[in-house]
């Protein structure tokens, strides 16, 4: 019988991938099986679906192996199953009461327990999930980029691999080998007309989650939780029952003196494992799981919490195809914790409330503040709501015996988890309870982000009755027209990737080629932070004069676009990269050496200054030395786009931020397309309020690549130079030289309060520009 052309076709597809006949052909039939014999969705997007399911089955194929290969791993994993069947429950729980995900849910949202409904008959995917998926990829693409009318040209995404890239089309070019295209999250009408010239180039493969549940409320959750926590009774005691197998009987609610207004629903499982919630009047959550271990083994220990969160998190990612490398259960936890505090508020949205999450051991218990943090209804004037403040730490003590009964936690328990290595968070966010008396809080929003990250980024101004600028939230960088940013596999050789690793390259004994390229040793520690040494000698070639040098390019592309003599080039900072692992490695989405790329992980709040700096960026939970915060993201442009912006009246009146990604640039001359500025005036990230310090600034930009070993692109990462606290503001030194050329351009007056500030002029021309700040 003559082969199917449909299948010979999508064997040449993949061939052209460099995936061999042989690796399709189970894959395909098994997609096929699942997706009906539609070939309609197979072969959409340049059979998208294939190409995920065939990574998705080799990741599988290299855990399955592992596994195997390890008796003893495998009894563990028993064990595992045990500790891991309260969370399945409580997840087959919302599966019952919901209905599959529509496709309006495109975003991840740990927040809203973004679990994908198990198979565990079958390996493979659940069609519905991918059906979603699909859906958004067919959304309309139009070029409807403009706000204000100044921005029609198309745009396409470039950069980070990230949950909303898609994969469009294999191309074929003489001797290269091209991905597929990309095109932007659809999404808050930022949609992107793919530019054929552009599209038609190499372009970065996916990363995004095939199949993402987002759970409704269901009826009886939300009825459940509201009637206990906002009844009319607001003192009376409040518990939950969590367990779908109407166990509610057996639901043990204790009260002891301290716990007047705190209840604790105990639901025993069938299984080894019981899992409570604990509420109170005041709106306190306790999550609780405990585990009896008297049916595990007589030579059961305690595991830490970390080893549960990381086994669970693998877990997560391979059997429930969880595909968000950012998944973590600890934020899902959280996030419940935080649904259920949201579902029993049943008052206007009228107060702030501190919610102090307590170190990372004790990280479900959400004790709320009291009022006393929500003053004054002159919002000109409001004090910036502090966790110091007596009486908020009062209050919060007070709940907090109420609540954990002497369980660790405070200060002396978060230096504790310090002193142990894991990193304490205390969380502070908005929460909602009318109190007479009390005036209506400072203006504030949930998420400058529109749903674009995976955490929401509130913003707050206690200060004065100003909102935030009107921007584009986009998680990922965009090319503007003509900027070169193409990233192809063929153009990454063996020498720049890791192909023979496997899963986590920091597990390795012996370096890679990619931590050879970040000097022999990988930059970021097991934890995810940049490496003592490597972030110090960062700091030291920023900071200190005497370590700083500078590239002087023989062809500046800056002065060339000026107009002026070759040879007279000011030089660039030069920088140490990081260098990360990427698709052409053999090393999984987790591989410890993949940390950029995975975007926002941390809690963060846009926030008025109160000294005069206009809007800044603040952390919202304690940072370790070395985090990652966020990325410098924004419209990459070309220098003569922005010599054509800067001409462009209209645009000058503008604020303009703008950073020339010139780390890379060296003696050899740089094309005019290569030559590459981000400007964050239009569309940007949360870094665009990024306030600047002199010489002591809490965080550090450090240039990454990724998807590219040439540097003219690259990826611009903020890290902490320090340890930095809840609620402190994050700063970085934009470079800017207060006395010298950099005056007349970059000027704004100082505010940065640092003892070492380079501004000495008492009064200053406040001109909102950073650009030809050369960093
Ligand atoms: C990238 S923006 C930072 C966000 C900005 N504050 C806002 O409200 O959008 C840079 C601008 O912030 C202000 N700014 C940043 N750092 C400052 C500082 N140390 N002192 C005074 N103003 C500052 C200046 O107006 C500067 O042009």
Known sequence: MAPNPKVKAAFSAMKILGISEDKVKPVLKKLLKVYDKNWELIEEENYRALIDAIFDEDDNKVADQKRKSHSEEEEEEAQTQELQRPLKRLKRRNQENQSIASPDNSNLRIGE?????????EEFYPPQAI????????????????????QSRP???????????????????????H???????????????????????????????????HPERSQNETSTGKQKLGGTNADAPTSLNVDGDNNGAGLQASETEKHKKCEVADVPMKFAANLEIASSSLGEVKLTISCNSTLGRSEFHMPSLDEVLKMMEDKCLRSYKILDPNFSVMKLMKDMCQCFVELGKDCNDSGDKTIDMGPVQDVLHIPVMEDACNVGNDTANLPVPSVTSD?????AQGIEEAISNGSAR???STQLAQSEGTVPYRLIIPHCQATPGVQPTPLKGDDITNGEEIANISWINE???????????????????G???????????????????????????VPCACACANGGEFAYTVRGLVKESFLEECIAMTREPRRRSHFHCQDCPLVRSKGGAPQACNGHLKKKFIKECWRKCGCNRRCGNRVVQRGISCSLQVFMTSEGKGWGLRTLVDLPKGAFVCEYIGEILTINEVQKRNMNTMEGARKTYRIFLDSGWDAASLKDDEALCLDTTCYANVARFINHRCNDANLIEIPVEVESPKHHYYHLAFFTTRKVQALEELTWDYGIDFEGEDQSLNAFQCLCGSKICRDKKSSGISVHILQSCNI
Do not use: W
């Not at 999404?187 to 996916?206: A, G, I, M, Y």
């Not at 100003?466 to 090319?479: A, D, E, G, I, K």
């Open 463 to 481: 200060i004065n009755n100003r909102v935030p600028p009107s921007f584009r939230y986009t998680p990922q960088s965009l090319v503007y027209e």
């Open 155 to 177: 745009m396409v995404a470039s950069g980070r691999p990230s949950r909303e890239i898609r994969i469009r089309e294999a191309n074929v070019d003489s001797g290269t080998v």
């Open 410 to 412: 405070s200060t002396e």
């Open 179 to 213: 991905l597929p295209k990309q095109i932007l999250p659809v999404s808050n009408q930022l949609t992107v007309k793919p530019k054929d010239e552009q599209f038609t180039d190499d372009r970065l493969l996916d990363e995004a989650p095939l199949a993402v549940i």
């Open 113 to 121: 327990a973004a679990l994908v409904q198990p198979k565990e008959e």
């Open 483 to 509: 900027a070169s940013v193409r990233f192809s596999l063929a153009h990454i050789d063996n020498g720049s990737c890791c192909p023979s690793c496997s899963v986590n390259c920091l597990s390795s004994t």
């Open 131 to 150: 059906l979603n998926e699909r859906n958004k990829g067919k959304r309309p693409i139009s070029n409807d980029l403009n706000e204000k009318g100044n």
């Open 391 to 395: 009486r908020c730490n009062e209050s």
